[in-house]
T-cell receptor, first 115, second 112 residues
Framework: GENVEQHPSTLSVQEGDSAVIKCTYS??????FPWYKQELGKRPQLIID?????GEKKDQRIAVTLNKTAKHFSLHITETQPEDSAVYFC??????????????FGQGTTLQVKP | DGGITQSPKYLFRKEGQNVTLSCEQN?????MYWYRQDPGQGLRLIYY???????QKGDIAEGYSVSREKKESFPLTVTSAQKNPTAFYLC???????????FGPGTRLTVL
């Protein structure tokens, strides 16, 4: 089955710096890659996602890149702010009419942005 | 944040007891999912249901059971067979043909 590895497990940056979190997946049939942000004790919330027919997607300070050949995708946060501090999860899934839409999650990255 | 709710927020259980966690959604979503979250780990899939009266095991189904008698409800029972049930449980739902899963606020279960 699908396996998703996420690195690093913890990341500390200075406010204003960039942060990069990387994930690799095992199943080449995966075609949907969301990133979730989870604040302490709260529910995960989708911050950005990408489908396999796209190599990069950007939304303000957040971007995701996908390398299908290498089977890895990354989250890039620029101009980090203290409110970006949270746990970030990547996930992989096969989406389509005949698929279940199950998400396989990485282990999570705790991002700390120091003011 | 509305649309998918879980109750209770906190739940305490004695060893040997079964407990049921509630998950309700008013989003008219067909698919619903249960995940378990442990410290330092990602979310792991327990059970999922793509349609009423049908559900499948996820990666860690042992010691859990579910039902899907109504579209809007997907309760999870943690049985006494689950060896280490203390965790944060998250329910999610998804509309057919759409990628995004929406999560509920979670239930934190502690076994005393």
């Amino acid at each position: 089955g699908e396996n998703v590895e996420q690195h690093p497990s913890t990341l500390s940056v200075q406010e204003g710096d960039s942060a990069v979190i990387k994930c690799t997946y095992s199943d080449s049939a995966s075609n949907y890659f969301p990133w979730y942000k989870q604040e302490l004790g709260k529910r995960p919330q989708l911050i950005i996602d990408i489908r396999s027919n796209v190599g990069e997607k950007k939304d303000q300070r957040i971007a995701v890149t996908l390398n299908k050949t290498a089977k890895h995708f990354s989250l890039h946060i620029t101009e980090t702010q203290p409110e970006d501090s949270a746990v970030y999860f990547c996930a992989a899934s096969m989406q389509g009419s005949s698929n279940t839409g199950k998400l396989i999650f990485g282990q999570g990255t705790t991002l700390q942005v120091k003011p | 944040d509305g649309g998918i709710t879980q109750s209770p927020k906190y739940l305490f259980r004695k060893e040997g007891q079964n407990v049921t966690l509630s998950c309700e959604q008013n989003l008219n979503h067909d698919a619903m999912y249960w995940y378990r979250q442990d410290p330092g780990q990602g979310l792991r899939l327990i059970y999922y249901s793509q349609i009423v009266n049908d559900f499948q095991k996820g990666d860690i189904a042992e010691g859990y059971s579910v039902s899907r008698e109504k579209k809007e409800s997907f309760p999870l029972t943690v049985t006494s067979a689950q060896k280490n049930p203390t965790a944060f449980y998250l329910c999610a739902s998804k509309e057919g043909g759409v990628n995004e899963q929406f999560f509920g606020p979670g239930t934190r279960l502690t076994v005393l």
